[in-house]
């Protein structure tokens, strides 16, 4: 028997909307707030299980620390992690799947189970810290109750077995704390001589990559979006979600059109702010390209009249009209012009290709804009 965890702060709709539909998996969300009301999730969702743990209950179990980034002793992981180790430990295999983690669809897992049936721990590759050096990576915040090598990885998206699971319950019970998961999975699963392995499907999972559609295979499993609050779409939707979230939403919009309509033009206002300043910080080179572009032939035609200039006054002087004397004029004309053109061209060239790009990406920032103010209005008018 298989299953599938994600783990997650708050449910996301459109997750649920893609994990109800899978047959092959028994399907979790672990929820890390429990201040989370779960009713309406599980009243529609019901091919899901929703999970939420308290804080004392792991702790008591030694189920904390496994993730000291989000600044907090137990977080999701540790509530999976209990949940799997302690309540419910009747699966073959359990993938566990962060929620910035993408995939095609479940024949994606189905694929990598059947290729590794027998393994006891799958994840994307590691690296060793032969001697326990505190000055490398995160190993400095990590108190690990073995000798070394110690061994971490990106485990953003793994699987285990029945048996590393009773191996990370066994570490927990005794020493009743765990540590940082990138460095718990791989050096549980070496240290007790488990079976592990490193699908090419998992080598997609990066900290940090910028995925293009070509490199998309339906065969693998992707994390790369750490680090893209900075993109501009990103800005729009925080924007957007953090007005969203600072209304009440049962309060300011209940039986209350005004309200509705209010809240709506306070997020297409927060949209639209934080894509202007997308947009100037986009457009911060185009004027140095658009003074270049406009004032060098400009510049470059004074140098032609200083040029022609000088040639009539060289040649008032020698009253002569000979090739020799004109010419160092209009050969500094034809250079002061060349100055201009090799600058105004590039300049023109490179502003009406950034020109079209920054246009095109503002048109999508618009259409990304509307499509979730229907998404929220939706949720409005229910």
Request: charged share 20%; hydrophobic share 40%.
């Amino acid at each position: 028997m298989k299953a599938l965890c994600l783990i997650t702060f708050i449910p996301n709709k459109i997750w649920c909307d893609f994990l109800n539909l899978f047959n092959n998996y028994k399907i979790f969300i672990v929820v890390d707030n429990n201040n989370f009301h779960l009713d309406e999730f599980k009243n529609y969702y019901k091919n899901i299980n929703f999970i939420q743990r308290t804080d004392i209950q792991c702790k008591f179990h030694g189920y904390i620390d496994t993730n000291f980034c989000v600044h907090k002793l137990i977080s999701g992981w540790d509530k999976a992690l209990y949940y799997f180790g302690l309540e419910d430990n009747n699966y073959d295999f359990v993938w566990f799947i962060e929620d910035d983690v993408f995939f095609y669809n479940e024949d994606t897992l189905l694929r990598i189970d059947n290729q590794y049936m027998d393994d006891d721990l799958l994840s994307n590759t590691l690296s060793e810290n032969s001697d326990g050096n505190k000055d490398t990576w995160h190993w400095h915040s990590i108190n690990i109750q073995y000798s070394p090598p110690y061994y971490n990885g990106m485990m953003c998206a793994v699987r285990f077995s029945t048996k590393m699971m009773k191996c990370i319950n066994n570490y927990a019970r005794e020493h009743n704390t765990l540590f940082f998961l990138e460095a718990l999975f791989p050096t549980i699963a070496i240290k007790n001589n488990l079976k592990y392995n490193h699908p090419n499907e998992l080598n997609t999972i990066h900290y940090r990559y910028n995925f293009q559609e070509e490199d998309i295979n339906n065969n693998n499993l992707y994390h790369d979006v750490k680090n893209n609050d900075n993109h501009p779409i990103a800005k729009i939707f925080l924007a957007c979600i953090n007005e969203w979230k600072s209304s009440d939403i049962n309060h300011d919009t209940s039986e209350n059109p005004e309200r509705k309509t209010a809240l709506k033009e306070r997020l297409i206002n927060a949209m639209q702010v934080a894509n202007n300043r997308a947009m100037v910080k986009l457009e911060n080179g185009l004027n140095f390209l658009a003074i270049i572009g406009s004032s060098a032939p400009f510049i470059g035609l004074f140098g032609t009249v200083w040029g022609i200039l000088n040639s009539f006054q060289a040649i008032a002087v020698s009253s002569n009209t000979s090739l020799s004397v004109v010419a160092p004029g209009i050969a500094e004309s034809l250079l002061a012009t060349a100055i201009g053109l090799f600058a105004a061209i590039p300049a023109v060239f490179f502003y009406n290709i950034f020109t079209t790009k920054i246009n095109q990406f503002n048109e999508r920032a618009e259409n990304f804009s509307l499509l979730l103010l229907n998404i929220l209005s939706k949720e409005l008018d229910k």
